[in-house]
C-alpha cells in the first residue's frame, strides 16, 4: 500500500465493485465532479440499466480483471467484498497505482470526531449501542460503515460524531483514519478463506488502532493488548488506553463485568444485568465496550444507562422470535462463525439439562469447529445440521466426546425447524445460530434469518391448525 498518498479529485478514478460500497463512492465522487469508471467482474448485473442511467458520464467495465485496462488508472477504489491480496493488486500499485477503501477516502475528508469498532462478533450490537447512548445524551451521532449506511453517504448527515463499524476487508485498504476511540471487541475464527491464519487476521483487525486518541481494549484479548500496547508506548504521542473486562481474579478495569452479572465504571456501580432488556455475558461486555468508547466525550451518564435500559438489541442477533407451547426460539442468523455460535450457546445454556436445540451449518469458510465441538458436546441437547459444511461441525462434536444420536440433519430450514420442534419438549429454547456464512442456501444471514422466522410462524399455524383438527 502507498500509505502516504492523498486522493487526486482531479484525475479519473476507477472503482471496482458496483455492489452498495461502490455506488455510494460513485455517488460521492459525482458529488464532487470527479470522473470515474465502474468495474465489476460480475457479467450480469440485475441493476445494471439503473447504474449506466445513474452515471451516465462514466464507463461500465465488466467481467474478469484485466490488468493492461486498470493499469491506465492512476487511482482505484476498491469495495471491501474484493481481495485484493492478490497479484493483479500488487503490479497495480507497482506501476504507481494508489490502491484504496471507501473508509480510507472518508478518513480523507471527514472533519467530525469518528469512534470505530471491529471484531468478530458483537460490533453491530456495539455500533449500534454507542450511536442510542450519544442520541440519547443530544448529541447529533449517526452510525455506519460496514453496518447499514455506506461510510461516505454518512457524510451528508452534517454530524457531530461518526459511528463507523469497520470489517477486517475495509481495514485492509485503509491507513489514515484519525479516530476519537476505537476498539477491537473480540478475534476468532471468520474469514479463514482470506488470510493466511488466525494471527493474520488478528493483525488486519489491530490496524483500526492506528492514529487513535483512546484504545480501548477488551482485556480478556490478551495477544491484542499485549501487541498493540507495545506500539502505543514506543509512539511520541501516546493514546490513552481504556479497559474493559470481566472480573478475574480482583482485576479491575476501566469498565468491569463482574462475576454476579453487575456493571462497574471504576469503583461506581452502574446497574444489574437483570435490569437490561439483551441477555447473556457477551452482551453485558458488548456494553461495557460501547461505554468505554463514549468515555472521552463526558457524556451524561444516566441518560447512557437509561439508553441502554431501552436497548432491545439488533435483529438475527439472539432475537427472540417466539414462544409456542412453552417452547421459545431465537434467530441468531448473524451467528456467522464460531466466536459467535459460542457466544450464543453460553448466553442460553449452562449445560445439556437447560434443553438446548442448535441448528447450524452452511459455508464454514475453513473455520476450525473443534471449540464449538467441544461446546457442543457440554451444552447442547440437540443439534440440527443444514447446509454444505454441517459434517464438519458434527465431525469436531464427536471427537469432543458428543453422542451420535444427539444429531440430525435437515435439508432445509423448514425441515429444521419441524424437527427441532418434534425433539423439543416445554421449557426447552430452540437457537437458530450457524457458525457458517450463508452462501449455500441464502443471499445472505438476513434472507436466512427470515426463512427462520418464517417457518416458526408455519410451525405456530400448522399446530393450531392440528389441535383444531383434534
Known sequence: MKHHKLFNFNIKTLILGMGGTG??????????????????????????????????????INGDFNFEVFKTYQQIIVSPGIAIRNELFTLLENEGCVVLGDIELFAQVVDQPVIAITGSNGKSTVTTL?????????????????????????????????ILELSSFQLETMWSLQTLSATVLNVSDDHMDRYNNLDDYRQVKERIYQHTKNAVFNADETLTLQRVKKIIEAEEEHSKIILFGEENHNDRYDYTLRADNSLWCADNKLFEASELKIKGR?????????????????????????AIKAYKGLEHRCEWVKTIAGIAYYNDSKGTNTGATIAAINAFSENKQNGLILIAGGVAKNADFRTLGNIIKKKVKFTILIGIDALQIKQCALLAGADNDHFYHANSMNDAVFTANTLAHSGDMVLLSPACASFDMYHNYIQRGDDFKKNV??????????????
Not at 137 to 156: E, V
Not at 283 to 302: V, W
Open 23 to 60: 455506488l455510494s463512492c460513485a455517488r460521492y465522487l459525482q458529488q464532487r465532479h470527479c470522473l470515474f469508471d465502474l468495474a465489476d467482474s460480475r457479467t450480469e448485473l440485475p441493476h445494471l440499466e439503473a447504474v449506466i442511467t445513474e452515471f451516465s458520464e462514466s464507463n461500465i
Open 130 to 162: 454507542v450511536e442510542k447512548m450519544a442520541q440519547a445524551c443530544g448529541i447529533k451521532a449517526i452510525a455506519g460503515g460496514n453496518l447499514g449506511i455506506p461510510a461516505l453517504d454518512l457524510l451528508a448527515s452534517k454530524s457531530d460524531v461518526y
Open 282 to 306: 457477551y452482551n453485558y461486555l458488548n456494553i461495557l465496550a460501547a461505554l468505554a468508547l463514549l468515555k472521552p466525550l463526558h457524556l451524561d451518564r444516566q441518560e447512557q444507562i437509561n
Open 457 to 470: 410462524d408455519s410451525l405456530e399455524y400448522h399446530l393450531k391448525e392440528t389441535d383444531n383438527v383434534c
